[in-house]
Nanobody, 126 residues
Framework: QVQLVESGGGLVQAGGSLRLSCAAS????????MGWYRQAPGKQRELVAS???????NYTDSVKDRFTISSINVKNTVYLQMNSLKPEDTAVYYC????????????????????WGRGTQVTVSS
């Protein structure tokens, strides 16, 4: 089983910065993609940023020039540096990872699944 644990959320004033961290642990063979999603009350969960194992990144337009996603592959860790925060960034931020793991009864075979963290609250005051 794979577990994702987020940290770094909190309360910040508009224009401030936060850095979110997510560490994956468990029977991990390879992380193909890690990303950050967010969900505000009454709204759908949306992708904020993602990063592939080769370093390719993707951002939603609203954060493209303000947020930076990065990863340390050997530590199974992903970060989201959030600068110039706006009140509309307020949400619960969830870490996501697409992970290859060994099959329980066939360790030479691999399974591929998505895993989610429990979320960390980011609140931006005006």
């Amino acid at each position: 089983q794979v577990q994702l644990v987020e940290s770094g959320g909190g309360l910040v004033q508009a224009g401030g910065s936060l850095r979110l961290s997510c560490a994956a642990s468990g029977s991990i063979l390879r992380i193909n993609r890690m990303g950050w999603y967010r969900q505000a009350p009454g709204k759908q969960r949306e992708l904020v940023a993602s990063i592939l194992s080769d370093g390719t990144t993707n951002y939603t337009d609203s954060v493209k020039d303000r947020f930076t996603i990065s990863s340390i592959n050997v530590k199974n860790t992903v970060y989201l540096q959030m600068n110039s925060l706006k009140p509309e960034d307020t949400a619960v931020y969830y870490c996501n990872a697409n992970v290859d793991t060994p099959a329980p009864l066939a360790p030479t075979l691999r399974l591929r699944n998505d895993y989610w963290g429990r979320g960390t609250q980011v609140t931006v005051s005006s």
